[in-house]
T-cell receptor, first 113, second 114 residues
Framework: AQTVTQSQPEMSVQEAETVTLSCTYDTSESDYYLFWYKQPPSRQMILVIRQEAYKQQNATENRFSVNFQKAAKSFSLKISDSQLGDAAMYFCTTQGGSEKLVFGKGTKLTVNP | NAGVTQTPKFQVLKTGQSMTLQCAQDMNHNSMYWYRQDPGMGLRLIYYSASEGTTDKGEVPNGYNVSRLNKREFSLRLESAAPSQTSVYFC?????????????FGPGTRLTVL
């Protein structure tokens, strides 16, 4: 079985500063991916970043980067130079070779001007 | 490409009524999914279809049925709606196969059952 735990129900950050969202997971899959999705008030689920578990290098997408610690089963998201548009719910997820995408309960990020 | 589309965007039902949520994707994906999102619960898988002609139960299938009409379309039916089914419903799709890959989501349907 796969599980995903996001221990921070809410986080806040000042505009232009950096924030890190935490995620731990457990999976019995040997081949799996990890994702961070963003859900703004519009409800649309938007892919932020993807990490293939077989890759040692941490994924980066512009201001978004991850710290992937495979042995510790940790997958944190760092947002640099935070912008007002980054305010949203952020979901950590994992998918293995099975069809199921397992979601954490989410972290609500507030960006203060 | 429209990606994943869902209809309707909003729906209000009375207890016991039935309805079908429609989902279509134009990315030639093999796998399609239905999730529900409740406050504080994240997204939970209701049903999925790994390929045309197949469907399987997810984590919370009770009270729902699905149909994979063709490769593009995957519908979710509530035969007798209950207030516990008040939720936001998301359809998603991915290329599919034995290896993991990215799921792409539709805009969601907000359903209220009175």
């Amino acid at each position: 079985a796969q599980t995903v735990t996001q221990s921070q129900p809410e986080m806040s950050v000042q505009e232009a500063e950096t924030v890190t969202l935490s995620c731990t997971y457990d999976t019995s899959e040997s081949d799996y991916y990890l994702f961070w999705y963003k859900q703004p008030p519009s409800r649309q689920m938007i892919l932020v970043i993807r990490q293939e578990a077989y890759k040692q290098q941490n994924a980066t997408e512009n201001r978004f980067s991850v710290n992937f610690q495979k042995a510790a089963k940790s997958f944190s998201l760092k947002i640099s130079d935070s912008q007002l548009g980054d305010a949203a719910m952020y979901f950590c997820t994992t998918q293995g070779g099975s069809e199921k995408l397992v979601f954490g309960k989410g972290t609500k990020l507030t960006v203060n001007p | 490409n429209a990606g994943v589309t869902q209809t309707p965007k909003f729906q209000v039902l009375k207890t016991g009524q039935s309805m079908t949520l429609q989902c279509a994707q134009d990315m030639n994906h093999n796998s399609m999914y239905w999730y529900r999102q409740d406050p504080g619960m994240g997204l939970r898988l209701i049903y999925y279809s790994a390929s045309e002609g197949t469907t399987d139960k997810g984590e919370v299938p009770n009270g729902y049925n699905v149909s994979r009409l063709n490769k593009r379309e995957f519908s979710l039916r509530l035969e007798s709606a209950a207030p516990s089914q008040t939720s936001v419903y998301f359809c998603a799709s991915r290329r599919g196969g034995d290896h993991p890959d990215t799921q792409y989501f539709g805009p969601g349907t907000r359903l209220t059952v009175l």
